[in-house]
């Protein structure tokens, strides 16, 4: 059973304009969010996290925004840039636990 | 070298072979994961160290055998594996809780990944 899910396998967007990508979680015990981005042949690296005494974090052009009620975290990208065309990976995990749990990714293009 | 490097990044072997996958990190971690990454799949977490000890096992078949001999080096022996088996094996670190608990402090870090093809 899935805990993780990103519905969206694939999002184009042109350069300039806003991606966001969805992320839903199943376990109410998750406390600890984060976003990966992962390049072809190349591990992900890691982007931005969020706690869950949060609803918002912000580092430079990446928000990531956490519903908790809903169960669904959502990472904004803006300005969208060809460089950030990778594929993007949706974690959770307990804060007091070293178990990450993933979605299945979304990859992003951003078309110049 | 930093951060955490895995070798061989890629690997062909038959179903009867014995191999292994090696990862070393070098950011003073004190945990270390193996997880696959197979097409349209999530990552699939297969073992974590904790202090070199094995805390998780997701119920990964027998023929991977994981090994830690110390905090920094993390092992995967590979042997009689399956055409299903291949995929992307990543190893990953990260700062864990404790031995007496505590919250987690970081994020993981991941290898490039090696790429195993089994025939």
């Known amino acids: 059973d899935q805990q993780v899910k990103q519905n969206s396998p694939s999002l184009s967007v042109q350069e300039g304009r806003i991606s966001i990508l969805n992320c839903d979680y199943t376990n109410s015990m998750f406390d600890y969010f984060l976003w990966y981005k992962k390049y072809p042949a190349e591990g992900p690296t890691f982007l931005i996290s969020i706690s869950s005494i949060k609803d918002k974090n912000e580092d430079g052009r990446f928000t990531v925004f956490l519903n908790k009620s809903a169960k669904h975290l959502s990472l904004h990208i803006v300005p969208s840039q060809p460089g950030d065309s990778a594929v993007y990976f949706c974690a959770a995990s307990r804060n007091t636990g070293n178990q990450f749990y993933f979605g299945t990714g979304t990859s992003l293009t951003v078309i110049p | 070298e930093t951060g955490v490097t895995q070798t061989p990044r890629h690997l062909v072997m038959g179903m009867t072979n014995k191999k292994s996958l090696k990862c070393e990190q070098h950011l003073g971690h004190n945990a270390m994961y193996w997880y696959k990454q197979s097409a349209k799949k999530p990552l699939e977490l297969m073992f974590v160290?904790?202090?070199?000890?094995?805390?998780e096992n997701n119920s990964v078949p027998s023929r991977f055998s994981p090994e830690c001999p110390n905090s920094s080096h993390l092992f995967l022996h590979l042997h009689t594996l399956q055409p299903e088996d291949s995929a992307l094996y990543l190893c990953?670190?990260?700062?864990?809780?404790?031995?007496?608990?505590?919250?987690?402090?970081?994020?993981?870090?991941f290898g490039e990944g090696s790429r195993l093809t089994v025939l």
């Open positions: 990953a670190s990260s700062q864990a809780p404790g031995r007496s608990g505590g919250a987690h402090t970081g994020e993981l870090f």
């Open positions: 160290y904790n202090f070199k000890e094995q805390t």
